[in-house]
């Protein structure tokens, strides 16, 4: 995986949970659906690396 694609994930779902957090605290549903999707972006982009890297030739 690479690393900015790795970051990009992390910071991904990192901040999806904070908006998540943010939006339940609030009674904001508007802002925890928003949390969620961030969270399920960060994970897609994060498996899809995994899976570019399963399939890279080992030297």
Request: charged share 40%; proline share 2%; aromatic share 2%.
């Amino acid at each position: 995986m690479s690393a900015n694609e790795k970051a990009k994930a992390k910071t991904e779902q990192a901040k999806g949970k904070v908006k998540e957090g943010v939006g339940r605290a609030a009674g904001n549903e508007r802002m925890t659906a928003e949390g969620q999707a961030d969270q399920t972006r960060g994970d897609a982009r994060e498996a899809k690396e995994k899976t570019k890297d399963a399939f890279k030739p080992k030297h």
